[in-house]
C-alpha cells in the first residue's frame, strides 16, 4: 500500500456514531496522523464555521472540505469557495415557491441565513448551522458570496424537491443531502472537486489518498481517491459503486481504519 498522504472523511453516517458524536479519542488519533505526515480532512454538508468548532483542539493542523465540497480551508485559512451567482441564487429562491412545503437557508462562509420562522425547519437550523441568522433572503442574496442553498423539503425531497427542482434548475447541482434536506450549488462543485483541488495544491496523487463515505454526496470524493471505503451502515447504492468496507459507524468502523492508516497498514 503507497504511503497514505491525506485521509478525507465525510462525518454524518461515517465518523460520527449513531447520535451525532465524535469518537472519544479521534483527536489523539489526528495528532497521531499528523506527527507521521498524514493530513486529515473532514468533508461535510456541514457549514465552516461549525466544523471549525467541532475541530478545535486540532483546528491548525487538518483541512475542512465544508458546504459539500464548495469551501476548502486549509489551517484555518480559507482557500477555495466555489460560489453561486446572483442570478443562479434568485432563480433558485423562485424554484423553491414551487414546491409546497420547503424553505430556503442561504449558506456563506461565514453565516447560514434564513427567512421563514417556522419549526422544525429554524430548530435543525440552530443544531446544525451555528452560525446563523433570521434577514430577508433577497437582501442576503444581493450582497453576500452565497456558496450553497440548503432546502430543507416537509414532505422530503425524494417525495417533492427531487422531483420539481432539477427540471427547474438544469444548470446546477442539486443532491438529497440527509433526512428532510437537499443542496443546491454550482455544476461543478462537490467534494470530489474539492479533494482533487488540495491534491493539486499539495501535490498529492490519488494512490497517497484514502476517502470514507455513507452517501451519494460522497460519491465524488470516494472516486477522486484510489483508497475509498464506505460503512456497512452506507447506503445501498454507494456501497454498489464502492466495493472497500469498514465496520457500521456504530461499531467506530472508520476510527479503526484511520488507526490502521497511521500504522501503515490498510485499513
Not at 158 to 170: A, F, H, Q, T
Request: with cysteine; aromatic share 6%; proline share 6%.
Amino acid at each position: 500500500m503507497p504511503m497514505i498522504k491525506l485521509v478525507a472523511c465525510d462525518l454524518d453516517g461515517t465518523l460520527l456514531d449513531p447520535s451525532g458524536n465524535l469518537p472519544e479519542n479521534i483527536f489523539e488519533v489526528i495528532l497521531r496522523l499528523h506527527s507521521k505526515g498524514i493530513l486529515f480532512c473532514p468533508a461535510s454538508g456541514r457549514q465552516l464555521f461549525a466544523l471549525e468548532n467541532l475541530f478545535a483542539p486540532v483546528k491548525d493542523k487538518i483541512l475542512i472540505i465544508a458546504e459539500n465540497g464548495a469551501i476548502v480551508s486549509r489551517f484555518g485559512k480559507i482557500q477555495y469557495c466555489d460560489a453561486l451567482t446572483k442570478d443562479q441564487i434568485f432563480a433558485v429562491l423562485k424554484a423553491v415557491k414551487n414546491m409546497k412545503r420547503a424553505h430556503p437557508l442561504l449558506c456563506t462562509p461565514d453565516c447560514a441565513y434564513y427567512e421563514d420562522e417556522v419549526h422544525p425547519f429554524v430548530d435543525f437550523v440552530a443544531a446544525s448551522y451555528l452560525s446563523n441568522a433570521k434577514r430577508e433572503l433577497d437582501l442576503i442574496a444581493d450582497k453576500e458570496t452565497v456558496c450553497k442553498i440548503a432546502v430543507y423539503d416537509e414532505c422530503g425531497p425524494e417525495n417533492d424537491g427531487m422531483k420539481i427542482l432539477p427540471s427547474l434548475l438544469p444548470q446546477l447541482r442539486i443532491i438529497q443531502s440527509g433526512g428532510n434536506w437537499l443542496d443546491v450549488s454550482s455544476p461543478l462543485s462537490n467534494k470530489g472537486r474539492a479533494i482533487r483541488y488540495l491534491q493539486q495544491a499539495l501535490s498529492i496523487s490519488p494512490d497517497e489518498c484514502a476517502a470514507f463515505g455513507d452517501h451519494m454526496n460522497d460519491l465524488e470524493m470516494l472516486l477522486a481517491c484510489t483508497h475509498a471505503y464506505t460503512p456497512e451502515n452506507a447506503y445501498e447504492g454507494i456501497k454498489k459503486i464502492i466495493p472497500g468496507r469498514v465496520a457500521s459507524n456504530a461499531d467506530n468502523g472508520v476510527l479503526e481504519a484511520l488507526i490502521k492508516i497511521a500504522d501503515g497498514k490498510q485499513p
